[in-house]
């Protein structure tokens, strides 16, 4: 079946370092794959997709590039800030054949980025 | 455009009482998913409805849980005969559909059984 494998944390960094958390993936056909990042309290927000091999995903500075070869979808910040401690989820959504999509989620990471 | 819209944000129920909760996708929106969110760990998918249709209930639990997606109003995911064992977070996303698979999420209602 489909499933979702990302690094575990937590992960912690100091302000303006580099930051890649890991994520792998197995899935039939052509799953569209994404990041979203939960803040404390809140509820599941979309940080970035891609819907085909080689596409990059990008918001915030974040970045995640579709690896069809390797399937991975490893998710990249060049310099982190205090404000992006969150938990990161890598997840994946294949079509049904009723219009709607399944989504399947990781474990998530925890982030600290410190002072 | 409002976002998904959950309540309550909290509530908490005792041992053997009933949970409702509601769900309020997005306008236009006529898919809803329910995820549980154990504290610490992952979501988990539990149930997948359309306008009046259950689509997938593979993740939900075979006794005391239950949803729904009337025609008119809210989606529901009701609880029966709540246990410790209940408490956690509950999300409820919504999507178009019709080959537009991102998921919107509500900000989820926090579950405590006393």
């Known amino acids: 079946g489909n499933s979702v494998t990302q690094m575990e944390g937590p992960v912690t960094l100091s302000e303006e370092a580099f930051l890649t958390i890991n994520c792998t993936y197995t899935a039939t056909g052509y799953p569209s794959l994404f990041w979203y990042v939960q803040y404390p309290g809140e509820g599941l927000q979309l940080l970035l997709k891609?819907?085909?091999?080689?596409d990059k995903g990008s918001n915030k500075g974040f970045e995640a590039t579709y690896r069809k070869e390797t399937t991975s979808f490893h998710l990249e910040k060049g310099s982190v800030q205090v404000s992006d401690s969150a938990v990161y989820f890598c997840?994946?959504?294949?079509?049904?054949?009723?219009?709607?999509?399944?989504?399947?989620f990781g474990a998530g990471t925890r982030l600290f980025v410190k002072a | 455009n409002a976002g998904v819209m959950q309540n309550p944000r909290h509530l908490v129920r005792r041992r053997g009482q009933e949970a409702r909760l509601r769900c309020s996708p997005m306008?236009?929106?006529?898919?809803v998913y329910w995820y549980r969110q154990l504290p610490e760990e992952g979501l988990k998918f539990m149930v997948y409805l359309q306008k009046e249709n259950i689509i997938d209930e593979s993740g939900m639990p075979k006794e005391r849980f239950s949803a729904e997606f009337p025609k008119e109003g809210p989606s529901i995911l009701r609880i029966q005969q709540v246990v410790r064992g209940d408490s956690a977070a509950y999300f409820c996303?919504?999507?178009?559909?019709?080959?537009?698979?991102?998921?919107?999420f509500g900000p989820g209602t926090r579950l405590t059984v006393l």
């Open positions: 306008k236009g929106h006529s898919h």
């Open positions: 996303a919504s999507s178009q559909g019709q080959g537009r698979n991102e998921q919107f």
């Open positions: 891609a819907t085909k091999a080689d």
């Open positions: 997840a994946l959504s294949t079509s049904g054949n009723t219009g709607g999509f399944k989504t399947i």
